[in-house]
């Protein structure tokens, strides 16, 4: 009755019935359509338990109300889920992907990914690739092909881009909440305020009041792509968003005290991996394949750690107590 129901939504939106499929056949849930499963599997899978402890913007924050990696999970989450329902696309699979967009992130956010990058000899280490190998190989949860596919493409950076609408309303939904609730935690740490916003870009959000811009954001993709017939944002918020995400690298994400704290944790990651490679009876059997070279079963578990356990392993391995 569930599938039948899926009848009755927009001719973009992707059906369960026509799924392709998962990489090891298994018998169907009798009460769950297939995105279903895959949504209820990621949230109790352990990476995602792990996002509460890993950094948004602020490494290792103090205070209560900062952002870490679970609370931004979750408002894109809401936000897709808000844009899915009002295109009539698959609110499950939606859910899903957006749960799962971020499981393969590093501790210490962008910095983490930077510092493993350094260990690729060509191109780049993506969180997204490493979401697709821990439901794949590391934490195997035979995900459906399009949840997969969603999670691999949800940052913009990667191409071929999602292969599903749903896929894209998650692109979306990770800039619109990334870039509002982090501007909210620059403004709470005092690194900007609400004047020095772009004029360029308040000229087509407005003032900047608590979370008003989510929903100007969240209409804009809607408007847009009922007009347009495919997930898109009407063109002036989306060069309005592209304005604001510069004013954020330049004032809170590449600032110079950033940058100190950035080189502190790619030497933290780096030192972990190194260490793990040297002792590789140190590496967890969940992140040992014996197919696989020891630097990469040390990155795998290195990228897997939250904030507080990397430098509560460093501080253990390479600052021991009774020292001075």
């Given at each position: 009755m569930r599938e039948e129901r899926e009848a009755l939504l927009s001719p973009l939106a992707t059906r369960s019935v026509e799924s392709r499929g998962r990489e090891r056949d298994?018998?169907?849930?009798?009460?769950r359509t297939v995105f279903e499963v895959d949504r209820d599997r990621i949230a109790h899978s352990?990476?995602?338990r792990r996002l509460k402890h890993k950094t948004q913007v602020f490494i290792n924050p103090e205070g209560d109300h900062f952002v870490t990696r679970m609370s931004h999970t979750l408002q894109v989450t809401q936000i897709a889920r808000a844009i899915a329902r009002a295109l009539d696309l698959n609110e499950d699979l939606t859910e899903a992907?957006?749960?799962g967009h971020d499981c393969g992130h590093t501790p210490f956010g962008h910095t983490g990914e930077a510092a493993l990058s350094e260990y690729v000899e060509h191109g780049e280490w993506l969180h997204s690739e490493q979401g697709v190998r821990i439901f794949r190989l590391l934490e195997p949860k035979n995900l459906s092909w399009e949840v997969l596919d969603g999670i691999r493409?949800?940052?913009w950076r990667v191409d071929p881009p999602p292969?599903?609408?749903e896929g894209w309303v998650c692109r979306f939904a990770d800039r619109i909440a990334y870039l509002n609730h982090d501007l909210l935690d620059a403004v709470r740490a005092g690194l900007v305020t609400h004047k020095d916003l772009p004029g360029e870009v308040t000229a087509v959000l407005g003032d900047f009041v608590d979370d008003s811009w989510i929903g100007r954001m969240i209409d804009a993709v809607i408007d847009e792509s009922i007009a347009r017939g495919r997930v898109l944002m009407r063109a002036d918020v989306l060069q309005?968003?592209?304005v604001f995400r510069d004013f954020m690298f330049e004032r809170v994400y590449l600032r110079p005290e950033s940058r100190a704290q950035a080189e502190r944790a790619r030497v933290v990651i780096h030192q972990l991996v190194e260490h793990l490679c040297s002792n590789p009876d140190q590496i967890p059997d969940s992140y040992r394949r014996d197919d696989?070279?020891?630097?990469l079963q040390a990155i795998d578990f290195v990228a897997g750690m939250t904030d507080r356990y990397a430098l509560n392993l460093h501080d253990?391995?390479?600052?021991?107590r009774g020292l001075v």
């Amino acid at each position: 009755m569930r599938e039948e129901r899926e009848a009755l939504l927009s001719p973009l939106a992707t059906r369960s019935v026509e799924s392709r499929g998962r990489e090891r056949d298994e018998l169907p849930d009798p009460l769950r359509t297939v995105f279903e499963v895959d949504r209820d599997r990621i949230a109790h899978s352990k990476a995602f338990r792990r996002l509460k402890h890993k950094t948004q913007v602020f490494i290792n924050p103090e205070g209560d109300h900062f952002v870490t990696r679970m609370s931004h999970t979750l408002q894109v989450t809401q936000i897709a889920r808000a844009i899915a329902r009002a295109l009539d696309l698959n609110e499950d699979l939606t859910e899903a992907i957006c749960l799962g967009h971020d499981c393969g992130h590093t501790p210490f956010g962008h910095t983490g990914e930077a510092a493993l990058s350094e260990y690729v000899e060509h191109g780049e280490w993506l969180h997204s690739e490493q979401g697709v190998r821990i439901f794949r190989l590391l934490e195997p949860k035979n995900l459906s092909w399009e949840v997969l596919d969603g999670i691999r493409a949800h940052t913009w950076r990667v191409d071929p881009p999602p292969h599903t609408p749903e896929g894209w309303v998650c692109r979306f939904a990770d800039r619109i909440a990334y870039l509002n609730h982090d501007l909210l935690d620059a403004v709470r740490a005092g690194l900007v305020t609400h004047k020095d916003l772009p004029g360029e870009v308040t000229a087509v959000l407005g003032d900047f009041v608590d979370d008003s811009w989510i929903g100007r954001m969240i209409d804009a993709v809607i408007d847009e792509s009922i007009a347009r017939g495919r997930v898109l944002m009407r063109a002036d918020v989306l060069q309005a968003m592209r304005v604001f995400r510069d004013f954020m690298f330049e004032r809170v994400y590449l600032r110079p005290e950033s940058r100190a704290q950035a080189e502190r944790a790619r030497v933290v990651i780096h030192q972990l991996v190194e260490h793990l490679c040297s002792n590789p009876d140190q590496i967890p059997d969940s992140y040992r394949r014996d197919d696989d070279p020891v630097q990469l079963q040390a990155i795998d578990f290195v990228a897997g750690m939250t904030d507080r356990y990397a430098l509560n392993l460093h501080d253990r391995w390479f600052r021991p107590r009774g020292l001075v």
